[in-house]
């Protein structure tokens, strides 16, 4: 089945306790791509990947590293976790950089204390 | 920059009834617009999409029209179901900087559909 996955779907942490949530796509997708929900604002990208080593800031990046070794992962990192980093994040991928439609992932709901 | 700006909900309908959720986008250039539907614990899927002007976007009795003289893609469906219940978003798809083909979505809108 072609899907997104992402893991942990849940968790709780302390400020500044380092994390890392992962993204894997098995569609051979070229272009992933970080977003956090919050409520009243939608959906923000955090970060993108054009394709394997190709990475770049969207509109909200601080606090998060991402890197993309494989084609399949992309793993979203937070060194130092803050309470304001407190959201839902969702993964998702497309063929190519420009291909409209974007599959997501089931989000991972983090919560900072 | 762009932006996507979608009726405020909750939206509260009873099974049978019209549904209209609007959206009306700022863009430069020729976006493509879509429509996201989550429901309830799980990600984003994609409802329905339009690319060009006056192109209509359809999926499981829903529908949009891309209006560009009013910039708007509001979504329809004549008769929703309690099955419908779920947050609904509008989103554009353009070129950004770096030449990063990102979405933009609309904040949202929770749909509930009492039986």
């Known amino acids: 089945e072609a899907q997104v996955t992402q893991n942990p779907r849940y968790l709780i942490t302390v400020t500044g306790k380092k994390l890392t949530v992962t993204c894997s796509q098995n569609m051979n997708h070229e272009y992933m791509s970080w977003y956090r929900q919050d409520p009243g604002l939608g959906l923000r990208q955090i970060y993108y990947?054009?394709?394997?080593?190709?990475?770049d800031k969207g509109d909200v990046p601080e606090g998060y590293k991402v890197s993309r070794k494989e084609k399949r992962n992309f793993p979203l990192i937070l060194e130092s976790p803050s309470p304001n980093q407190t959201s839902l994040y969702f993964c998702?991928?497309?063929?190519?950089?420009?291909?409209?439609?974007?599959?997501f992932g089931p989000g991972t709901r983090l919560l900072v204390l | 920059g762009n932006s996507v700006t979608q009726m405020e909900g909750p939206v509260t309908l009873s099974e049978e009834a019209f549904l209209t959720i609007n959206c009306t986008y700022t863009a430069t250039g020729y976006p493509s617009l879509f429509w996201y539907v989550q429901y309830p614990g799980e990600g984003l899927q994609l409802l329905l999409k339009a690319t060009k002007a006056d192109d209509k976007g359809s999926n499981k009795g829903f529908e949009a029209t891309y209006r560009k003289e009013t910039t708007s893609f509001h979504l329809e469906k004549g008769s929703v179901q309690v099955s419908d219940s779920a947050v609904y978003f509008c989103?554009?798809?353009?070129?950004?900087?770096?030449?990063?083909?990102?979405?933009?979505f609309g904040k949202g809108t929770l749909l509930t559909v009492n039986p």
């Open positions: 990947s054009m394709n394997v080593e190709v990475t």
């Open positions: 989103a554009l798809s353009s070129i950004g900087g770096g030449s990063n083909y990102k979405l933009t």
């Open positions: 998702a991928s497309s063929l190519y950089q420009g291909m409209e439609t974007q599959y």
